[in-house]
């Protein structure tokens, strides 16, 4: 019998699940991905910085924070052509989903036409979109649903208790009232959080218990492992047990198992049988390609060797789009030469 999928974990019963003999854990978790995924299929996503560095935020492990010298230069929003030709590329490495992040508080409104247009061209190239933006309103995250977007963005980066220690510009109740309206307007959420910045680990089952007991579980769920970037507050964290991080994907993967569970930033830090580890305990996702925002990423042959020596392969979904007058989907042989004009048509939206 599938497990059950809930919203009323407690505390406790997570911290149990972390203090399980790491065998027992992974066994546990294995079997629960099966019940939801092929276990052999790895997802596939690539991030993309469209508006960098500048932001008045003081989260403390972040170097796009203009308080923090940690040699990220403030620049404007990239030209769209520019990003619809980073999303060719990106598919054409294998990405399902491209992902558009700005380094922004929150967007003002005249920026969201603008990221609309990216939206509509990325998507006629027959990928999922995602943007991370910063904090929405109820108004931006309709247009941004009216756009296509598929996914978005925000994490809740740590348990409640322990949020004040690395982010005081902004409170835990921003970060839900975003994804509630993001829920709202009809959009799936990418949701997760960052390990590895000092927290215990009953501040990490924190994370996860705030997280799997959200009104629906995030449908993908990126783990970040800390990034030590010098020049921010959180540089020189000791770092967390590699067995530790396992640990977390696979109690993530046992609390929300019908979620895709990603890894995220920090791969570049980890070597092969540790994300095999990973992979084993339930994640299958990852972010392709060699930057994550401002930060290193293995590069995507290392990533395709470690695939060829696992046996996993990338999986190839496309993204639902609205049918056509024909009832036929967009991603559907007929129409998919018409992708690439209907992608430069939505560039021409973009002032």
């Known amino acids: ?27 546990r978790a294995a079997s629960v991905h099966r019940e939801h995924f092929d276990p052999t299929r790895v997802q596939v996503s690539t991030l993309l910085s469209i508006k960098t560095g500048g932001c008045p935020e003081d989260c403390g492990y972040c170097p796009q924070a203009a308080r923090y010298d940690t040699g990220v230069a403030a620049q404007k929003l990239m030209d769209a052509d520019d990003v619809l030709a980073r999303a060719r590329q990106a598919r054409d490495a294998g990405a399902t989903r491209f992902c558009m ?8 409104d005249r920026d969201i036409p603008k990221v609309a247009a990216m939206i509509r061209a990325v998507r006629g190239l027959g990928l999922e979109t995602c943007a991370t933006l910063g904090m929405l309103s109820a108004d931006q995250a309709l247009a941004l649903k009216d756009a296509g977007l598929d996914y978005y963005n925000h994490n809740l980066d740590t348990a409640p208790e322990f949020y004040d220690s690395v982010i005081g510009t902004r409170v835990y109740q921003d970060r839900l009232d975003t994804l509630a309206a993001v829920r709202a307007a009809g959009m799936k959420t990418c949701c997760g959080g960052i390990v590895g910045m000092g927290e215990s680990r009953e501040q990490r089952a924190g994370l996860l218990q705030t997280l799997a007991n959200l009104p629906e579980h995030p449908e993908s769920v990126p783990v970040n492992l800390l990034v ?12 967390l ?17 019908a979620s895709t569970v990603r890894l995220s930033a920090g791969r570049e830090a980890m070597n092969d049988e540790m994300q095999g580890l990973c992979f084993l305990a339930g994640a299958n996702s990852i972010f392709y390609g060699e930057k994550l925002l401002t930060t290193d990423n293995p590069e995507t042959d290392r990533d395709r060797r470690l695939f060829e020596r696992l046996g996993l392969s990338v999986l190839t979904v496309a993204p639902q789009q609205d049918s056509d007058a024909s009832g036929c989907g967009s991603a559907c042989a007929c129409t998919t030469g018409a992708a690439e004009a209907d992608a430069e048509a939505a560039m021409e939206e973009v002032v």
Do not use: C, N
Not at 101 to 108: D, L
Not at 231 to 237: I, M, N, R, S, Y
Not at 242 to 254: G, N, S
């Open 241 to 257: 047990d590699p067995f530790e991080f396992v640990r977390t994907i696979a109690v993530a993967r046992l609390l929300m198992p």
């Open 101 to 108: 992040g700005a380094a922004w508080r929150s967007p003002k």
């Open 228 to 239: 030590q970037v010098p020049g921010t507050p959180l540089a020189g964290t000791a770092a």
């Open 1 to 27: 019998m599938p497990t059950p999928i809930r919203h009323d974990y407690r505390r406790e019963e997570i911290l149990a699940l972390f203090d399980l003999p790491f065998t027992e854990l992974v066994f």
